[in-house]
């Protein structure tokens, strides 16, 4: 594999590490305050998606194709993407994570690309994981990705121990 495609992939990795990093003084920070998160089974298994989408674009890349070509339109896209998740970011501040955590008395944020879109943040991410393969070439995690993290974003997953709780009567 050609050296700019690992620098990209370290790039694009790195931007991610950064996010979760945020992610996770924030979430400390609303904690503090009082915060409740809310689905909290439905994160790990994001979470481990994001992982494995990683992974996967890397093991596409290393073992079906080898990427030659430099397409600058999906970096242009990729870039543009990034920033619009920075523009989500700055205009929550503090308010900003990965997780759903509901901090008592706070009204939704109505501003910023918040005016146009509910999670805009989600949609720039199922955007990302389509783009990000054809960056690369990695065109079966391009399809498989996006797709899974839609049902994911979809999904309702009781906590750990409500499945086996018998309902009042």
Not at 13 to 30: C, D, G, M, T
Not at 36 to 50: A, G, I, N, S, T
């Amino acid at each position: 594999m050609a050296v700019w495609i690992y620098s990209i992939f370290l790039m694009i990795l790195s931007v991610r590490v950064l996010e979760i990093y945020l992610s996770k003084r924030n979430e400390h920070w609303l904690e503090e305050r009082g915060a409740v998160e809310k689905e909290k089974r439905k994160y790990r298994w994001m979470h481990m998606l994001q992982r494995l989408f990683f992974l996967s674009v890397l093991a596409e890349c290393l073992l079906l194709i080898k990427p030659e070509k430099f397409n600058v339109l999906f970096l242009f896209l990729f870039v543009l993407l990034t920033a619009g998740k920075l523009w989500c970011m700055i205009t929550l501040g503090r308010f900003w994570t990965l997780k759903h955590l509901k901090l008592p008395g706070v009204l939704l944020f109505r501003r910023g690309p918040y005016r146009l879109v509910k999670e805009p943040y989600n949609v720039i991410t199922l955007v990302q994981l389509f783009i990000v393969p054809l960056l690369f070439g990695a065109y079966i995690t391009a399809l498989i990705f996006p797709i899974a993290y839609l049902f994911m974003m979809q999904a309702k997953l009781p906590e750990r121990g409500s499945l086996f709780t018998k309902a009042p009567l």
